[in-house]
């Protein structure tokens, strides 16, 4: 074994992670997206960055400059993203944050907790949370 940095081994890698799962899996056609909001001025006030595929938006970054926070602009990109996501055919959404960040706001948007790792970074805990973005036809009925 040898620690290896160079980017054509962790290619070699990737590729063959994926081939391998394409045998088992659909395709996932992973699709950027980004969306920042701006001031007139067209100052970035914040922006998130995620993808969709596999009929799933993952929100890997949601942020917001500290003056902006608390008006409603972290809301606005991710109901932006997950309206985005909907358009895409995707049905869930999730994304992971630690507890000195964002879980009561993704809370009070309707994220649930799914998964906890504790002491990640340590004296802290990383928190994973999905969100239904469609109603299943079981939950209609």
Avoid at 49 to 60: K, N, S
Wanted: glycine letters at 10%; charged letters at 25%; proline letters at 6%.
């Amino acid at each position: 074994m040898e620690l290896e940095p160079a980017e054509d081994a962790r290619a070699l890698v990737r590729a063959g992670l994926r081939s391998f799962n394409r045998q088992h899996a659909v395709p996932p056609d992973f699709q950027p997206l980004t969306l920042t909001a701006r001031t007139a001025a067209g100052e970035i006030l914040g922006g998130a960055v995620a993808e969709t595929g596999w009929q799933w938006l993952h929100v890997d970054l949601l942020w917001v400059a500290e003056p902006y926070r608390g008006q409603g602009i972290g809301r606005e990109l991710l109901h932006a993203a997950e309206r985005t996501a909907r358009e895409r055919g995707c049905v869930h959404s999730y994304l992971d944050t630690f507890d000195f960040q964002a879980l009561p706001f993704y809370e009070r948007v309707g994220y649930a907790v799914f998964g906890i790792q504790n002491g990640y970074p340590p004296g802290h805990d990383r928190y994973y949370l999905r969100k239904m973005l469609v109603e299943s036809d079981a939950q209609a009925t």
